[in-house]
Nanobody
């Protein structure tokens, strides 16, 4: 069983940057697909960035060009670099590994 723990959330002004990190308690080498989801108040949880074990990535249109996802299978970590943040990026961000590994979430708040 793999446990995921996020860190790096916080409060930032619009246009700023944050880096989220997710540390896994076990090996993520065999987890084919990992990603970052977010959930804003009153909205459904959405996948914003995903990455395969081989390093292929995909992004939601709303974050493309601003967010970068990366994983280190040797260190069992998953990161999300978020640049040019907007108020609409405000949400709880969750680390996820397929099929159903979830972190507890970390709050990101972007002020205008």
């Amino acid at each position: 069983q793999v446990q995921l723990v996020e860190s790096g959330g916080g409060l930032v002004q619009a246009g700023g940057s944050l880096r989220l990190s997710c540390a896994a308690s076990g090996s993520i080498f065999r987890i084919n697909f990992m990603g970052w989801h977010r959930q804003a108040p009153g909205k459904q949880r959405e996948l914003v960035a995903g990455i395969t074990s081989g390093g292929s990535t995909n992004y939601a249109d709303t974050v493309k060009g601003r967010f970068t996802i990366s994983r280190d299978n040797a260190k069992n970590t998953l990161d999300l670099q978020m640049n040019m943040l907007k108020p609409e990026d405000t949400a709880v961000y969750y680390c996820w590994g397929s099929p159903s590994y979830w972190g507890q979430g970390t709050q990101v708040t972007v002020s205008s």
